[in-house]
């Protein structure tokens, strides 16, 4: 059996020596992975050309997602240097308080420890999420999937010599290189070691993680996201925000998987919007009044509801009303990222309010929900839980907290 045992044992030991690091340290070795992605360009494109050669060609979403070239390692290595120009959360006090007692009592800003990462085949989360967990404080190790497993070999190869060069251990960031389920399970629970796990990529990875893992876990990713088209909406401005959340990226989770039009706009607004989605390339999966309005729609299934489709794939359905909208995004939603498009400001508010999910929109793109466009700089994934991270999951989101109590020979 692969030994991961070790692994974890590495990590735990290397997580104290990375606390000790100042910022300037930890950037300094950031920008210098950087620059080095950058300069071993052929090599990692070589290695994911192997990758490339054994993915099934049907699979066109998946490949785009495994696919590198000059112009995307040039992003990995610019991601990186973002997170090396922000600021270092840990060590932040939050706030400091004197009690009657006298004792004073603070909270700040520490490092989670070890995060484990178990995601599929996109090489650009190994560099995201080691610099995010490095520059936090954390020690890392990553288990990404078999179609990306060249890849990830090169690029975690790469950061550990450049680490080496440096002076620091090789062992703040680690890649499990056996990718068999079984071994996928066991680093699953090795709570003894790895403080957090965060899955990153489809319902069946979260799922798996959220019943095997031991761990304490963070879900991430999955994005069956909607768009509502209020009766107010302005239908121009409308075409084109569906048409970008939709087909600009189609493979990734804040694509807009479901249309839901307010019936009093649907004679006028069901052809045109149709037309523009199916002649963009958008396969049409409708209820009984968008099959009626549009020929080429075909009927939707009851799963199709369900179904984050990241392809070039759209379920569309007329709603009643704003409330009928909405209770159709709480039975079907993954709770990542709902938007409504409305001129009417009294119904933005409300959906605002009453949609439950990590990001709501008004009259914007989905495609918005990301590190990088919320300021965050890279992310480890989108949390679409409630407690500890929400949302896009930059530096702060790897850090926790503790209290810090000064005394003066106090007792109770």
């Known amino acids: 059996m692969y030994d991961l045992i070790s692994l974890g044992k590495k990590a735990k030991n290397v997580s104290g020596y990375i606390r000790r690091l100042g910022a300037s340290d930890k950037d300094a070795l950031l920008r210098s992975c950087a620059d080095s992605l950058e300069a071993n360009a052929e090599y990692i494109l070589a290695e994911n050309a192997?990758?490339?050669a054994a993915a099934d060609p049907a699979r066109a979403a998946?490949?785009?997602?495994?696919?590198?070239?000059?112009q995307r390692i040039e992003g990995l290595a610019q991601g990186i240097r973002k997170v090396a120009g922000q600021s270092d959360p840990t060590g932040e006090t939050l706030y400091m308080k004197t009690m009657p007692s006298g004792l004073k009592i603070g909270e700040k800003r520490v490092p989670i420890g070890v995060v484990g990462m178990i995601y599929e085949a996109r090489p650009n989360v190994t560099t995201d999420s080691f610099a995010l967990c490095f520059k936090a404080g954390n020690a890392c190790i990553l288990r990404g999937s078999r179609e990306a497993i060249h890849s990830n070999i090169a690029l975690v190869k790469i950061i550990q010599d450049e680490a080496e060069r440096l002076g620091h251990p090789r062992e703040i960031?680690?890649?499990?290189e056996d990718t068999s389920r079984e071994v996928a399970t066991e680093f699953m629970r090795l709570n003894k070691y790895i403080d957090v796990l965060i899955p990153r990529g489809g319902a069946g990875l979260i799922a798996s993680a959220v019943e095997h893992s031991t761990i304490p876990v963070i879900e991430?990713?999955?994005?069956?996201?909607?768009?509502f088209v209020d009766e107010s909406a302005d239908l121009k401005k409308a075409v084109d925000i569906i048409l970008n959340a939709k087909t600009q990226r189609p493979s990734v989770c804040n694509?807009?998987?479901?249309?839901?039009?307010?019936?009093?706009i649907a004679d006028e607004f069901l052809p045109n919007i149709c037309g523009a989605l199916y002649g963009a390339g958008v396969e049409i999966r409708g209820d009984e009044p968008t099959c009626a309005a549009f020929s080429q729609a075909k009927s939707a299934t009851d799963d199709d509801w369900y179904t984050e489709f990241l392809d070039m794939v759209i379920g569309v359905k007329v709603v009643t009303d704003m409330d009928a909208a909405i209770s159709h995004i709480s039975e079907h939603s993954s709770g990542h990222t709902e938007a409504i498009l409305t001129e009417s400001y009294t119904n933005a508010h409300d959906f605002v309010n009453l949609v439950d999910a990590a990001a709501v929109f008004v009259n914007a793109s989905t495609r918005f929900t990301d590190g990088e466009e919320f300021g965050l700089g890279a992310e480890v994934g989108i949390s679409t839980q409630k407690l500890h991270a929400r949302g896009p999951m930059g530096l702060t989101a790897l850090t926790t907290t503790k209290f810090f109590i000064?005394?003066?020979g106090q007792i109770r």
């Open 406 to 408: 000064f005394g003066n």
């Open 173 to 176: 960031l680690q890649l499990v």
């Open 220 to 227: 991430t990713g999955t994005g069956n996201c909607h768009i």
């Open 255 to 264: 694509a807009c998987e479901k249309l839901l039009i307010h019936e009093k």
């Open 50 to 52: 192997k990758d490339m």
């Open 62 to 70: 998946f490949n785009d997602r495994l696919r590198l070239d000059t």
